[in-house]
Structure formats: structure tokens, C-alpha cells
């Protein structure tokens, strides 16, 4: 089955400092969509990318899907605490009787030290 | 309602109990997920509805747990005979089929 693999699984970071996840999927993905969960949170919906080699940005987040559409990054720019929490990424199974099922990568998970 | 609902938001329960969590989710949404997070830890899937479509199950851990989805609307999910490594926040997501998936709140589950 569809496999969406992200790292790095940990990320500390120094306040000020940029950061970057990437996600990989074993298919080529519809589109690929990026969440955010606070912690003690719930997982919400940052953006979803539909075009191959598109970028989009939302301030200091800079979300990007490549050419083939099986992978995707996150890069955050002067990170903030704010910025604390676990980003997933996350795509949708093309086929099959689980059509349109999300499968979402294992997360990484953002430290920021202030 | 406005978003995805879930309850109780909070269950402690003896092993060996049966429990009993709740999805309401956004009205319309076709599509229903369970997952469940330890803690520090990913999103496990556990079951996937899609419409009138025979659910995808194959993220159950075990056969104590179940799941079912009535009238193409609220979720329940069911595990029987608790167990401790059953303790975990489970989270209960609904979509459109290509659409983003709204999370509820979670109903953290303790065995004691």
C-alpha cells in the first residue's frame, strides 16, 4: 500500500534558526497537504499543494511539491516558539477500495529553544 | 455542529473493561478516520469510512477493537477487554474525499 515517509522524525532548533521537513511518498500523490498540531493539540490543516513543482508560502512557512508529485517540503524561516509542534505531511491513496484515504507521514516533531 | 466532536474527551477505565468513544463529525463529510497517538508519538491509523464503501480496517491493532459507522454519520469506536498499552489519545477525523481532514479533540483513554 501507499507508503508517505517524512524526516527527520526530531528537530531542536535555536530560536531565529530555519527549519526543514520533507515527506516522500511511495506513489505519486493528487495533491499532498501539510498540518500542524500543537502540543497537547489536535492536528490543523496548514495548506494543501495540487500542482506538480508548486510553491506556496504562509509568511515564514514555505510549503513546495516536487516535479514528480511523491514529494514534498516544509521550510520555516526565523523560526519562532510559536512555531513549537509536530508537522505532518499527508496524501491521498489514488486508488483501490481506499480511495481518497489519507495517509499521513509519521511527523516531525519541532523544538524551538528560545 | 461547527466542527468534529468526540466524546467524553476524558475515559479511565479498569482493564478488562469494554469502552465506548464517540465521533460526531462535520455534517456532509463522507469520509470518517480513527486514528490513535501516544504520547510524543505519530498518528496510528486505525480505520478509514468512505461513503456506503466497506471500511478499511486493516489499522486495527487487534480484534478487540471495532468500529462502526451508522447512517453515514456518527462514529462509535469500540474496545473490549482494555488493556494498559491501550492507553492513548484517540483522535477522530472527517473529510470530503479529496478534501482536508478536520480533527476532533480527542478522547484521551487511561486502563488502570
Known amino acids: 500500500g501507499q507508503q508517505v515517509m517524512q524526516i527527520p522524525q526530531y528537530q531542536h532548533v535555536q530560536e531565529g534558526e530555519d527549519f526543514t521537513t520533507y515527506c516522500n511518498s511511495s506513489t505519486t500523490l493528487s495533491n499532498i497537504q501539510w498540518y500542524k498540531q500543537r502540543p497537547g493539540g489536535h492536528p490543523v490543516f496548514l495548506i494543501q499543494?495540487?500542482?506538480?513543482?508548486e510553491v506556496k508560502k504562509q509568511k515564514r512557512l514555505t510549503f513546495q511539491f516536487g516535479e514528480a508529485k511523491k514529494n514534498s517540503s516544509l521550510h520555516i524561516t526565523a523560526t519562532q516558539t510559536t512555531d513549537v509542534g509536530t508537522y505532518f505531511c499527508?496524501?491521498?491513496?489514488?486508488?483501490?477500495?481506499?480511495?481518497?484515504?489519507?495517509?499521513f507521514g509519521q511527523g516531525t516533531i519541532l523544538t524551538v529553544h528560545p | 455542529g461547527a466542527g468534529v466532536s468526540q466524546s467524553p474527551s476524558n475515559k479511565v477505565t479498569e482493564k478488562g473493561k469494554d469502552v465506548e468513544l464517540r465521533c460526531d463529525p462535520i455534517s456532509g463529510h463522507t469520509a470518517l478516520y480513527w486514528y490513535r497517538q501516544s504520547l510524543g508519538q505519530g498518528l496510528e491509523f486505525l480505520i478509514y469510512f468512505q461513503g456506503n464503501s466497506a471500511p478499511d480496517k486493516s489499522g486495527l491493532p487487534s480484534d478487540r477493537f471495532s468500529a462502526e459507522r451508522t447512517g453515514g454519520s456518527v462514529s462509535t469506536l469500540t474496545i473490549q477487554r482494555t488493556q494498559q498499552e491501550d492507553s492513548a489519545v484517540y483522535l477522530c477525523a472527517s473529510s470530503l474525499r479529496w478534501g482536508q481532514a478536520f480533527f476532533g479533540q480527542g478522547t484521551r483513554l487511561t486502563v488502570v
Open positions: 499527508a496524501g491521498p491513496t489514488a486508488g483501490g477500495t481506499s480511495y481518497g484515504k489519507l495517509t
Open positions: 499543494l495540487v500542482k506538480s513543482g
